[in-house]
């Protein structure tokens, strides 16, 4: 008689009890340790709320340079239809006004910028937008600090930077978008 032969197969088993805890402390560890980027927006000082009822100012509509930037992101000065490119170059030429034409401001401290939006217009226009105001005033403050004190805006002190946005104060009136 032929014995036979048990063969015993033993299962073998990870523990796997503690690994929803490790798992859990790994998430915990991920969240603490990661940093999220968030958009900050745009850092716009806004005027102090008068007392009582508003007052319209008069402004001669020489002072004003309208953008309007419609739902397709086209943008269009004083009701003419430009290109981007050219932004720049027209809001100089409309706040320094060197050839003293008769729709341009007579001095830039009564220049004002009136940029208007589409509730269809994209962030990204936006932004642009307001990138090339801000440059056409960096560029016009760098050239007045230059012409004054001989250098850059970003280095001269409180004071003279105070007497340098003098000359070219920054004014822009942003104006409700339209809906669509």
Same mark, same amino acid.
């Given at each position: ?66 953008? +309007?930037? $419609?739902?397709?992101? #086209? ?5 003419? !239809?430009?290109?981007? =490119? %050219?932004?720049?170059?027209? *809001? ?63 280095? +001269?002190? $409180?004071?003279?930077? #105070? ?5 070219? !104060?920054?004014?822009? =009136? %942003?104006?409700?978008?339209? *809906?669509?």
């Amino acid at each position: 008689m032929m014995m036979q032969q048990r063969s015993e197969t033993r299962k073998t088993e990870i523990n796997a009890s503690s690994m929803a805890d490790i798992a859990f402390l790994l998430l915990i560890f991920f969240l603490v340790t990661t940093t999220i980027d968030s958009d900050k927006g745009l850092t716009v000082r806004l005027p102090v709320m008068p007392d009582g009822p508003a007052i319209e100012a008069d402004v001669n509509k020489r002072n004003v340079l309208n953008i +309007l930037v $419609n739902s397709k992101d #086209a943008l269009m000065l004083n009701n003419q !239809p430009i290109e981007q =490119s %050219e932004l720049r170059a027209l *809001a100089t030429t409309f706040i320094t006004n060197p050839l003293q034409e008769s729709n341009k401001p007579l001095s830039p401290q009564k220049a004002i910028i009136s940029l208007k939006n589409d509730e269809g217009t994209t962030y990204q226009m936006y932004l642009t937008v307001h990138n090339e105001i801000k440059a056409v005033y960096n560029q016009l403050w760098n050239g007045a600090a230059q012409k004054q004190y001989g250098q850059n805006y970003d280095r +001269l002190n $409180n004071k003279q930077r #105070a007497e340098v946005k003098a000359l070219y !104060p920054y004014r822009i =009136s %942003e104006a409700e978008p339209d *809906a669509e």
